[in-house]
């Protein structure tokens, strides 16, 4: 299935910013790393924590591509981690990631 992600606004980042804190995560962004290579060390610190936030993370994932949080829960992985990928190339993530994990 191909979804389509809405744009990133500012209500996202306060969402993010609990997600981020309740996973005890801090985005370190090197300066100069490409959107790829944030997108990448985003995933993989998502992945390895999501646990710790697996509720928030479904919710905001499923707001973003507009399906209810149930219907997220249930979707298979390769559908999922299409909707990772599509939330890594956002325009701006850069920026996004260093607003909310202040």
Not at 42 to 56: G, K, M, P, T
Not at 59 to 77: M, N, R
């Amino acid at each position: 299935m191909s979804y389509a992600m809405r744009s990133l606004k500012t209500a996202d980042i306060f969402k993010m910013s609990k997600i981020l804190k309740k996973m005890d995560l801090k985005i370190k962004l090197e300066e100069g790393a490409s959107q790829a290579q944030v997108g990448v060390q985003l995933i993989q610190s998502i992945l390895e924590n999501v646990h710790q936030a697996e509720d928030e993370v479904n919710a905001f994932l499923a707001e973003l591509v507009g399906l209810e949080v149930k219907e997220f829960s249930e979707l298979p992985i390769e559908d999922m981690l299409e909707i990772f990928n599509l939330f890594k190339e956002q325009k701006g993530i850069i920026n996004f990631l260093k607003l909310a994990g202040k």
